[in-house]
């Protein structure tokens, strides 16, 4: 007897992880279903559901003034739509083989099972913490939920206007350090990498370097850290490296995350080499019937190279969502895969990319082109034009598009969706040329920049071939 049998007609939905593609797949099957077809249980181990983690270093850098603006959708909104939303309860263990979870209440430690027909993970991301000495100290904060914000911004309530080392120079740590100096920090960078910002190349990595200079954060690359010093009130005082010590009064880690698939892993489901869970188009776990995945514990298909990647975002989480639900719900949707667009800020720097990096270029296998070309944002005569670049790669011969990079002022950045939107098409350089983009002096130069890229690769190619 299956368990819906036991409960008449109506089947159960189990969601873990009450964020972006948890809820969006919770909300989208109860559009579908209503609650005497299908009952919804979610899982959350935190305080807060349906919330906007990209928007945490904005808030706190004073840009969001209060985190509730963060908050998508309730606890209590989602209880008036007949989904059981269960807070600071954590899922401990999967029996897939019997159909349901084992669930721990945080705060009274109780346990119980819950049995379902149908299982959605989406248990996120967690911040890379290394095994060094004094990670655990307090004023050690990572920044991937809203407890986590709450949690720094109390600890730079007790230390106004100290030093702050952000450890990491990735999209976190980059809007971190900016957070930092809008509230009054003395903020130092420590980074691995040869410049910062590793999802785009060096040599548009060093215009953002430059700009974080610009803005009075002391930026230092290839460094690794090796431990924190901590005082004996237990509170972190200084992050250490092989040559140097920076005096910490709070340290933000901006070094990634991974999957946080723990649970997946030791229920015996397929993960990928980046550690996320492996799903088909339908968001469904591979080799299961019942399960499904999304948002950042999953990994999806690059439709440049081809290959599985982990890419941990927002717009991905709530896409995967909508597909899940819609499928748990009876309808039929699938998510294709993604292109790696991403866009970011470091004060009035804004920073994109599209497609492949050369290295990930080279990785695949690809032969390329590379052009770099120098624009501004508006006609070069009309007030405000700003300058910006924009880095391009081509495959050599066939000249179909790889990747976009562009740095620059206001306007600079969105700037990026045309090439996001010519990658899924599979354009060429050549292609792109003759792309009939919106022009009047106020938005543009007459040829746009991301045209004059792709008409000085389209040459490129052809002399190439």
Known sequence: MSMSDARGARERLVVIGGDAAGMSAASQARRLKGPDELEIVAFERGHFTSYSACGI?????????????????????????????????????????????????????????TSYDKLVIATGARPIRPGLPGMDAAGVHGVQTLDDGQALLDTLARTRGGRAVVVGAGYIGVEMAEALINRGYEVTVVNRGEEPMSTLDPDMGRLVHRAMEGMGITMVNGTEVTGLRVGD???????????????????????????????????????????????DRSMRVRGQQDVWAGGDCVEVLDLVSGQQRHIPLGTHANKHGQVIGANVGGGYATFPGVVGTAVSKVCDLEIARTGLREKDARRVGLRFEAVTVESTSRAGYYPNASPMTVKMLAEVRTGRLLGVQ????????????????????????????????????????????????????????RDAG
């Open 57 to 113: 270093p904005y808030w706190v850098g004073g840009d969001v003034p209060e985190r509730d603006r963060l908050i998508a959708r309730t606890p209590e909104e989602h209880r008036a739509r007949d989904i059981d939303l269960r807070l600071r309860t954590e899922v401990t263990e999967l029996d897939l083989g019997r159909g349901r979870v084992r669930a721990r209440d945080v705060d009274s430690g109780a346990e119980s099972w």
């Open 233 to 279: 009130d237990g509170r972190v005082r200084a992050v250490v490296t092989e040559d140097a010590e920076f005096p910490a009064d709070v340290v933000v880690l901006g070094i990634g995350v991974r999957p946080e698939t723990a649970l997946a892993r030791a229920a015996g489901l397929p993960l990928g080499e980046h550690g996320g869970l492996l799903t």
């Open 406 to 461: 562009i740095v620059g002022r206001e306007g600079a950045g969105k700037r990026v969706d045309i090439a996001a939107v010519a990658l899924t098409a599979g354009m060429t350089v050549e292609q792109m040329t003759a792309l009939d983009l919106g022009y009047a002096p106020p938005f543009s130069p007459v040829w746009d920049p991301v045209l004059v890229a792709a008409r000085k690769a389209a040459a490129k190619v």
